[in-house]
């Protein structure tokens, strides 16, 4: 199993926080980097946060000051933390491996943050 497999979503109150999780079976080498990604009903999918084989993270704007990406690579996964969610956080959010054999996308969690 390649596929990277999400977990940690469900449904928070506004101002609440969660911590999303991103496990990998170990097959996948020489990654370059990992990241989240999100989509809301009728929108296009967009960025959330990267981090690099080097341990670089990188935030979109709406995110930045209350999201943080990190991994533990000897468990094979990666997680993101949000607090002081808002509704319009709500979507699902995807996991995303960047390796030298391709890329790879996990089937998303559902966060949805009520008001």
């Known amino acids: 199993q390649v596929q990277p497999v999400e977990s940690g979503g469900g449904l928070v109150q506004a101002g609440g926080s969660l911590r999303l999780s991103c496990a990998h079976s170990?097959?996948?080498?020489?990654?370059?980097?990992m990241g989240w990604y999100r989509q809301a009903p009728e929108k296009q999918r967009e960025w959330v946060a990267t981090i690099t084989s080097g341990g670089g993270t990188y935030y979109a704007s709406f995110v930045k000051g209350r999201g943080t990406i990190s991994r533990d690579n000897a468990k094979n996964t990666m997680y993101l933390q949000i607090n002081s969610l808002k509704p319009e956080d709500t979507a699902v959010y995807y996991c995303?491996?960047?390796?030298?054999?391709?890329?790879?996308w996990g089937q998303g969690t559902q966060v949805t943050v009520s008001s």
């Open positions: 170990g097959r996948l080498v020489n990654i370059n980097g």
């Open positions: 995303n491996i960047n390796a030298v054999t391709g890329e790879y």
